[in-house]
């Protein structure tokens, strides 16, 4: 029997926030049965989550004043402006949108338009970047409620942009950010109690913080909680929720549950046995550059296990996932067995591949 193991690997969760530690270990089985044969045992091996390490900085997800959780009394012609400055950042018009959100400020003291000052200085866009400035906006923002400011200020006090870093005043924040409905919040603070570094160690608790952001369609969410439920951390193990979880993070494109979920539908575990859909997973997955991917397609294409045989594309993406640091005794076997001509069509699809001339 040829057995694949999910090589773990730091994940990043959201772009410029903390990062969920080694993600979780899954067999791959690839020996096909014959018709009259006992299926064999699947199963998924895990390995409990590590602490995660330290955060980066993250910018709020903008949006404008009417979003459900911004007062509904706002007088039209307050909404109508938030609404043009929303309107230029996203279009990238980022001078203009800080024009109209220091207008909008100053003058009608709005919330929205203090946390899109915020992140304009936090990130360099239209002005300079300041982060003393960006921490005064996010703190007279989040000073007025606002949830969004008051996750972006946790995420300046824990990297330490601006002043010194602060994760008490980082973790109150989050909590309060958290309290008021915001996912990234929920999310982040998980992985504090996950850490057990800034707050006592509490799987539990990460759970339910999880769940809330995983709920509210967070698939970095959903991917961590998959993997609680596959471990049975902080909850009862329960391989089928796990997979359900894998199968919402996939479909909302986070590629580490493509990976996840694409390894539970090839040995039938959680989920019932789909092959075919496995291998469409890994092909996505590996063309998003996922090197774990990208080697369990090699053996597929290779192997013929899964997916007719394709030795030559099946060595391109074994080169490839290779030079990321994904090794493959097996198939630098079959890379040795293959002849001078679909070695060479594998090098040379590869090195397009990798942009290399």
Same mark, same amino acid.
């Given at each position: ?128 970047? +300041?982060?003393?400035? =960006?921490? %005064?906006?996010?703190?007279?923002? !989040? #000073?007025? *409620?606002?949830? @969004? /400011?008051?996750? &972006? $200020? ?47 160690? +509490?799987?539990?608790? =990460?759970? %339910?913080?999880?769940?809330?952001? !995983? #709920?509210? *369609?967070?698939? @970095? /969410?959903?991917? &961590? $909680? ?51 859909? =496995? ?6 997955? !590996? ?5 774990? /991917?990208?080697?369990? $397609? ?51 699809? =590869? ?7």
């Amino acid at each position: 029997m040829t057995v694949l193991r999910r090589v773990a690997r730091p994940v990043a969760i959201i772009a410029g926030v903390l990062m969920l530690g080694e993600s979780a270990l899954a067999q791959l089985q690839l020996t096909p049965q014959a018709a009259d044969a006992p299926k064999a045992s699947k199963s998924v091996r895990t390995k409990t989550i590590k602490p995660p390490p330290p955060p980066k900085e993250a910018a709020p997800t903008l949006k404008p004043s009417h979003a459900p959780d911004t007062k509904a009394d706002a007088p039209a012609t307050d909404k109508a402006n938030a609404d043009m400055v929303y309107g230029a950042y996203q279009r990238g018009l980022y001078k203009t949108a800080f024009d109209l959100a220091m207008k909008q400020a100053q003058e009608n003291k709005d919330v929205a338009a203090m946390t899109m000052l915020g992140e304009l200085y936090a990130n360099s866009l239209g002005i300079k970047r +300041d982060y003393g400035k =960006a921490i %005064e906006w996010y703190q007279r923002a !989040a #000073d007025l *409620g606002d949830r @969004e /400011a008051m996750f &972006a $200020l946790a995420m300046l006090r824990i990297s330490g942009r601006g002043g010194p870093p602060d994760r008490a005043a980082a973790v109150k924040l989050l909590a309060s950010s958290a309290k008021l409905g915001e996912p990234k919040a929920a999310y982040n603070l998980a992985l504090l109690y996950m850490d057990g570094q800034t707050l006592p160690q +509490d799987f539990k608790r =990460a759970a %339910e913080l999880l769940r809330f952001a !995983a #709920d509210a *369609g967070s698939p @970095e /969410a959903q991917y &961590a $909680l998959a993997t609680f439920y596959k471990e049975g951390t902080g909850v009862e193990q329960n391989l089928y929720k796990s997979v359900r979880l894998l199968q919402a993070a996939s479909l909302a494109g986070n590629v580490d549950a493509e990976v996840e979920y694409a390894i539970a539908l090839f040995n039938g575990a959680g989920t019932e046995k789909n092959e075919t859909a =496995a291998v469409s997973l890994l092909r996505k997955a !590996a063309r998003q550059n996922s090197a774990i /991917a990208q080697n369990r $397609l090699a053996h597929v294409l290779v192997t013929g296990m899964g997916a007719p045989v394709d030795k030559v594309e099946g060595l391109k993406w074994h080169i490839v996932a290779k030079t990321a640091g994904k090794g493959d005794l097996m198939l630098d076997e079959a890379m040795a067995q293959a002849t001078p001509e679909e070695r060479a069509k594998a090098e040379s699809a =590869a090195r397009k591949w990798l942009g290399i001339k």
